[in-house]
Every structure is written in structure tokens, then in C-alpha cells.
């Protein structure tokens, strides 16, 4: 009797201890599912798209002046810690637009809407990038951000990344048609543009958004004579 009941005591305990056993595994592969899952949906899930509204809110654009830009006398330093003015690129169409380095949302996709146009154009028309943040964006900031993205071989036009004075920012901002803010997060809210300029620094073309299709932009650039198909 006392030998049936050590038997009846032994499986009992060795149950409980598979049933336990089996919880835990059970518990760490849901919790290893829910992780891989998480991982799998960090760009394109609702999360994500939460997270992209919290540091950025498009601004829409205003007015753009009709006066060339060659006419300001700002002087931008560059990447390189090169001073330069606007009017240095005179003679030539530019492409202009004006983003902040800290931005991983909106900024990245307007550099790179600016690159697609550049390569679609197929002519080798330097960019422009200005700071909203020039207290962060320093030049060896920035040298380091187009080194990093891809933006520094100038294989399709010289990309130059500017800095100035928050009063320059400001003023071309407002010829641009851009507006923006600083947020209390350090971010900013803020227009997304792409502008054109013609040889004599007057804004031609403008596109507005982050959205990589810029066929259209492509036919208004070529049909206002700013390049050659």
C-alpha cells in the first residue's frame, strides 16, 4: 500500500511539473512571436505612422515670391565649411528644398523625392539643402548626414548642404513659400517642398510632398525650358 502510494505521489508531482514546463515554453515562443512580429511591422505599421505625425506636422505652402534669389546677399556655409551665396550657382537651373538633420520621418523621404528627380531629369542639376536647424546642423553635421545617405559622390550634380543665421533661414523660407516651427520636442513642423529654379535664381517649378512619383514634376521642369529632354 505505502508503495502504491509513493508510485500515485511520483506521477502526480511529475505531471505538475510537465504541465509548469509546458506554460513557460508556451509563454516565451507567444512572447518571441509578438517581438518578430513587432520587428516585422517597425516601418509601414499604424505604430509607425503614430509616430511619424508626433514629430511632424506638414505645413502648407504659401506665396512664392516672384523676385530672383540671387538677389539676397546671405552668405551659407556648406558641408565643407565653404562659404558661398546663392548667386554662385547663376547661369544654371538649381534645385532647392529645406529639411533639419535630427527628422527621420518626413525629411529623408523629401531628400530622397529630390534625388529621384535629379536622376529622372538626367542632367547633373546641384541641390540645395537648407537647414531649419542651424544650432544642430553644423557643417561637419551635415558633412557626415550626406556621407552617411549617399549624398556626398556627386555623381548626379553636387549636393550642398547649407547653413546660416535663423534670420536667412527665415527670409528665404518666406520666398520659398515655406513655413515651419519648432516644435517643444526639439522637432519641427514644416513645409515640404521642392523648388526649381531657372538660370537667373527665379523659383520656376514648385512640388509639394514626400510622395517618390515625380513624373509630373518631371514634364513641368522640361516644359517651363529648364532642361532639354
Keep these: 500500500m ?20 509546458g506554460s513557460v515554453l508556451a509563454d516565451g ?3 518571441d512571436h509578438a517581438d518578430g ?35 539676397l546677399s546671405t552668405t551659407w556655409t556648406d558641408q565643407h565649411g565653404h562659404a558661398l551665396r546663392l548667386s554662385d550657382f547663376h547661369g544654371q537651373p538649381v534645385m532647392i528644398t529645406m529639411f533639419y ?8 523621404l523629401l531628400l530622397h523625392r529630390a534625388r529621384t528627380l535629379q536622376t529622372d531629369l538626367g542632367v ?14 553644423t557643417p ?3 558633412r557626415d548626414y550626406a556621407a ?3 549624398y556626398a559622390d556627386g555623381t548626379l550634380g553636387a549636393w ?43 523659383v520656376r517649378v514648385r512640388t509639394e510632398g514626400t510622395s517618390p512619383d515625380v513624373s509630373r514634376v518631371v514634364e513641368e521642369v522640361r516644359a517651363a525650358g529648364l532642361v532639354r529632354p
Aim: net charge negative.
Design 2 to 21: 505505502t508503495l502504491l502510494r509513493f508510485h500515485a505521489t511520483f506521477w502526480s508531482v511529475a505531471l505538475v511539473t510537465l504541465f509548469a514546463l
Design 29 to 31: 515562443g507567444d512572447r
Design 140 to 142: 561637419a553635421a551635415m
Design 160 to 202: 550642398s548642404f547649407l547653413s546660416g543665421t535663423p534670420s536667412a533661414i527665415r527670409t528665404l523660407a518666406t520666398m520659398l513659400g515655406v513655413q515651419y516651427q519648432r516644435r517643444g520636442d526639439g522637432h519641427f513642423d514644416h513645409s515640404n517642398l521642392i523648388a526649381v529654379l531657372d538660370a537667373d535664381g527665379v
Design 37 to 71: 512580429h513587432g520587428a516585422g511591422q517597425s516601418d509601414e505599421s499604424p505604430h509607425r505612422h503614430d509616430a511619424h505625425g508626433s514629430h511632424h506636422t506638414p505645413l502648407p505652402l504659401t506665396n512664392v515670391a516672384t523676385d530672383s534669389l540671387y538677389h
Design 124 to 137: 547633373a542639376m546641384p541641390v540645395l539643402a537648407v537647414s531649419f536647424d542651424p544650432e544642430t546642423d
Design 101 to 108: 538633420g535630427n527628422c527621420t520621418t518626413a525629411c529623408p
Design 148 to 150: 552617411q545617405r549617399g
